[in-house]
């Protein structure tokens, strides 16, 4: 792990454009070695329409793309902050402006290739945003991307395994909260609702934390362009959350839908999004 990221730390000389091909060649060779099947099988659950020669190029473009932010992690993680965000434009911030020590506010960021970016910019524009992460098994990686998350603002990082607790006090306390809502945890704190059409495991945090504080819902988007990436804000949620869990996770689903068929190849389909069946249906990945 220390020689990764010291290749890391070594790209971070290299011109954006160096650095984008690598990740393009690096992605085309992972998605032979890589979680190919699972992609697939992902992209013929989302995609029905679509052929299998189309979803394999998407699924190849996924791979280009994902390798592509994994490498530019180096310029992330150790340029100097402003050079790191450089080519990173923020859209439409007056979304958290007109917001901001009035509301509690929730960015709802999707798992784009972005995300990294996406938060590190927003921290960068705000030094109070907050975030939630997965300990690292591996102790270097942790202290590495514990210190990247922690260069470009005041953060608090709270880990999994604390809870909702320390993010109930944050948000209080009106610090934005950078929020990953889209995997799947597995069927406790979830509902069943469609994602593509297909029932998928959605966790509810997201209504709950905005009916005990108060939070505003804000999405954050980060897109990757062929020269650097873009991170839009779009305009508050009106009356959520509703009262109604299971039409709060469908809302959140479907906004995530709509900006995931804008650009299919950049959404996480490495992930196993529909791992959790509802009862009685056998896994789709076996």
Not at 13 to 19: D, G, I, K, S, T
Request: charged letters at 25%.
């Amino acid at each position: 792990m220390r020689f990764v990221l010291f290749l890391l730390w070594c790209l971070r000389w290299l011109p954006p454009r160096w650095v984008a091909a690598l990740g393009h060649a690096l992605g085309s060779l992972l998605y032979h070695f890589g979680r190919r099947r699972i992609t697939l099988i992902n992209l013929r659950l989302c995609f029905p329409e679509k052929s299998e020669a189309e979803r394999v190029a998407l699924g190849r473009r996924v791979f280009r793309n994902l390798a592509r932010m994994s490498l530019e992690l180096g310029r992330l993680w150790y340029a100097p902050p402003d050079k790191a965000l450089a080519n990173t434009t923020l859209v439409d911030r007056h979304h958290v402006d007109a917001l901001r020590g009035k509301a509690p506010i929730v960015l709802l960021a999707p798992h784009f290739a972005g995300l990294d970016v996406g938060g590190a910019r927003m921290s960068r524009e705000y030094p109070e945003v907050f975030s939630m992460y997965s300990e690292q098994k591996n102790k270097v990686f942790d202290r590495a991307l514990r210190r990247a998350r922690s260069r470009f603002g005041e953060p608090l990082l709270v880990t999994r395994r604390e809870g909702l607790r320390p993010v109930l006090r944050a948000l209080r306390a009106m610090k934005p909260f950078y929020y990953l809502p889209d995997m799947d945890f597995g069927a406790r704190d979830a509902v069943f609702v469609p994602f593509f059409g297909v029932p998928t495991a959605t966790v509810t945090a997201l209504s709950r934390l905005c009916a005990i504080t108060g939070a505003k819902v804000v999405p954050c988007v980060t897109r990757q362009l062929p020269d650097g990436y873009e991170v839009r804000l779009y305009p508050a949620w009106e009356d959520f959350p509703s009262g109604d869990l299971d039409a709060d996770a469908r809302r959140m689903n479907a906004f995530i839908e709509e900006r995931v068929r804008e650009m299919p190849d950049q959404y996480f389909w490495v992930h196993k999004r529909f791992k959790t069946r509802p009862p009685g249906q056998a896994s789709v990945y076996k």
